[in-house]
């Protein structure tokens, strides 16, 4: 992954709550077996209305979406992220998100900047005619208006958007740790590992004639 | 030697940690892991493309589900007849080549154990209490019915569970859902659960794992505590517990994957030192009372649009949060319903009796009680899809497929089906469906869809009588 540390751009002022991945990128764009190509199908359902957001020229190509409470509840499709990345949105901003989003957006290069209602009310408003930006180094969103608002995110996860870590390898790093844990599971819990195969198990003569 | 008192959750985490960070993130160790075809294959292609192996390829089990059409899908050779949707085949076909290169359990179409992988885990005895067990899939939190740390993953994460046996995480925060009293003449474990999300909202749950409690949590079978834990993520929480207890033990003695003889009993012994201790504290109490849950559905396009049946489509005005003043007209646009109209008035064409939520042998039986010497109504498509082929065989050795097909419904093959219309089942665009699944999202059931979450008891009232209906009514006399 490319280290992140600004996005800075025009940003979707859309605002609307509990939007969630089925409305991101709808379930028959699931039958891929790759990641790329799914900017297509993003908002399928949305972009079907005349005077959508997402198809109104003043924010084309926009990096940023701002939205409401609630931002990618529903299913654990990553599919929804990689839908956001491949058009190009690199940071939504929102009250609240769905856990598995968040994560699933943090793991594409996406960031999920959390602010207060009351900030992102006035952000729907600054970004009809001004830039917005975000900046992982200072923890702020800035206007071209003279709006600033601090946010937080997770320290390890921070640092991961900002120097581009592939999480994978740094959990392999750690595999003396986690052979030591998997002594202690066998010892403690053996009946984690000793599981029966379905090959053992497998129900006879049951094939479904 | 630590004292403090623990929750449920706070046990099965510390048995868990590998590692913790200073920030308090932690390494969680990942006792199970289950792979169907949808969210799996970029985590495979990221493990070719890493030279990366499966660390513990025994720790996982693999079964497609989502995209298997639920028609007869055996030839007479008793192999599987083609998937008319070339990209279905093609994630199938995927899942089948994947698992055998990275020497994965898999269950293919063709078995009897195949359905819907969170029908099969617990089925097949699987799932354990005092694991943590994940999958790519949101509602992987069904499985926490039986004490175990379940919880829906990402395909990145799917790739890095598959490359290392552990999940990065930080602590939750901790919700106690309290439903205390008796059920009511006709109320099901489904209406505890959209009771309760209409209470907490579908976001209420963000951040937290919730541990469900209480005397009508005590008293549900398993299956009904599957459909309760199921439906947690509809509350935003990540994860539902139930603590184990003798009902759990009793319905995983015996199981094929469970253990067996003397790990079974060093696993119960294990198993009864988990449930919260008294005096341990969660940082959100939220109580219900089982006398004020009435049969419920939902009336629009997100699971918290919760009302009884004997309700009516609640006027958007009458929201105090401006935002869902304007979520809730656009609901009842999208739904074709207008403010003030009885729930029972409302006609509906379709009726979907399956899904990951209500598609286990106890959802059939209570649907079929309903079904029973009556004919679906003229005019609605009423389908039963079991949850898995083992849910399949024991309906058909009851009878229950002869009851659904006398009344006029389609006995389907094992699948999610119409829960997410991924494969063939769909409901057309702007009609109704009274469907026993988990999410009433705009175009969940296919472009345009109307969907009403329901009981399977309810949604079989539904089909015979052609509207949403109060089974109440239907109960009892013929
Ligand atoms: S039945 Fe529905 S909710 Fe359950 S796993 Fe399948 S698609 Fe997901």
Redesign the pocket.
């Known amino acids: 992954m490319n280290p992140i540390t600004t996005v800075s751009g025009t940003a979707y002022p859309w605002g609307a709550k509990n939007i969630d991945t089925d409305i991101i990128i709808p379930a028959h764009w699931l039958k891929t077996i790759t990641r790329a190509g799914l900017g297509r199908g993003a908002f399928e359902t949305v972009r079907a209305q005349a005077g959508n957001i997402f198809d109104d020229p003043r924010y084309a190509g926009a990096p940023i979406l701002i939205a409401g409470d609630n931002f990618g509840c529903g299913?654990s499709r990553e599919h929804a992220a990689w839908a956001l990345a491949d058009m190009g949105i690199r940071a939504v901003i929102a009250p609240s998100f769905s856990d598995i989003f968040s994560s699933n957006a943090f793991k594409n290069g996406i960031i999920p900047v959390v602010l207060p209602q009351a900030a992102v009310d006035r952000l729907l408003e600054a970004a009809k005619d001004a830039p917005v930006t975000i900046d992982l180094e200072t923890m702020t969103v800035t206007t071209g208006y003279q709006d600033r608002f601090p946010f937080t995110l997770d320290p390890f996860r921070r640092q991961c958007l900002m120097e581009g870590l592939d999480e994978i390898g740094l959990t392999l790093a750690q595999d003396t740790a986690i052979s030591k844990f998997e002594g202690g599971l066998r010892e403690q819990r053996p009946w984690i590992e000793e599981r029966r195969g379905y090959a053992d198990v497998a129900v006879e003569g049951a094939r479904r004639t | 030697m630590n004292t403090r008192p623990q929750t449920l959750y706070e046990k099965i985490w510390a048995s868990h940690v590998v590692e913790r960070r200073d920030d308090g993130t932690c390494l969680i160790y990942i006792d199970r892991h289950l792979v169907?075809e949808v969210t799996s294959p970029q985590a495979f292609e990221g493990l070719r493309a890493g030279g990366r192996r499966v660390r513990r390829p025994e720790l996982t089990l693999a079964v497609p589900?989502?995209n298997l059409p639920t028609t007869p899908r055996l030839g007479p050779d008793g192999r599987l007849l083609p998937i008319a949707d070339p990209e279905s085949a093609q994630q199938l076909d995927a899942l089948r080549r994947n698992t055998a290169e990275f020497g994965i359990d898999y269950i293919d179409a063709t078995a009897a154990e195949q359905g819907?992988?969170?029908v099969v885990g617990p089925e097949l005895g699987f799932t354990l209490p005092g694991t943590t067990l994940v999958c790519g899939?949101?509602?992987t939190s069904a499985h926490g019915a039986l004490g175990a740390l379940a919880f829906g993953i990402g395909t990145s994460e799917v790739e890095h569970v598959l490359a290392t046996q552990t999940l990065l995480l930080s602590p939750s925060k901790t919700m106690e859902i309290r439903v205390d009293g008796t059920l009511g003449y006709g109320v099901s474990a489904k209406d505890v659960i959209l009771a309760i999300i209409g209470k907490i909202g579908a976001a209420g749950g963000t951040g937290y794992v919730v541990e469900y409690t209480g005397e009508v949590i005590r008293g549900l079978s398993i299956e009904g505590r599957l459909t309760i834990a199921?439906m947690s993520i509809e509350g935003g929480a990540r994860a539902g517990l139930i603590a184990p207890d003798d009902t759990t033990f009793a319905y995983l003695k015996g199981r094929p994957m469970a253990p067996s003889g003397e790990n079974w009993d060093r696993a119960v012994a294990w198993w009864k030192t988990l449930p919260t201790d008294a005096g341990a504290a969660y940082d959100r109490t939220v109580t219900l009372h089982a006398g004020d849950i009435a049969p419920s559905l939902t009336w629009g396009t997100s699971p918290e649009d919760v009302v009884p049946i004997t309700g009516a489509v609640p006027d958007p005005e009458s929201f105090a949060d401006p935002a869902k003043r304007i979520a809730a007209q656009k609901s009842l646009d999208y739904m074709g319903l207008s403010a003030g109209t009885r729930m029972q008035d409302v006609p509906v064409q379709h009726v979907f009796i399956?899904?990951?939520?209500n598609?286990r042998i106890e959802d059939l039986r209570a649907a079929a009680a309903v079904a029973d010497g009556r004919r679906v109504a003229d005019g609605v498509r009423a389908m039963v899809v079991p949850g898995s082929g083992l849910v399949k065989r024991q309906a058909e050795a009851e009878g229950l497929d002869r009851v659904f097909v006398s009344a006029g419904f389609e006995w389907r093959e094992p699948?999610?089906?119409m829960?997410?219309a991924?494969n063939p089942d769909k409901v057309p665009p702007g009609e109704r469906c009274a469907s026993t699944?988990?999410?009433n999202f705009v175009g969940r059931q296919g472009p345009g869809a109307r969907t009403h979450l329901v009981s399977p008891a309810m949604a079989a009232a539904a089909a015979v009588t052609g509207r949403l209906a109060d089974v109440r009514d239907l109960m009892g006399a013929k």
């Open positions: 299913s | 169907h589900d989502h819907i992988v969170h899939d949101s509602h199921n399956g899904s990951c939520t598609s699948g999610c089906s829960c997410l991924m699944s988990n999410r």
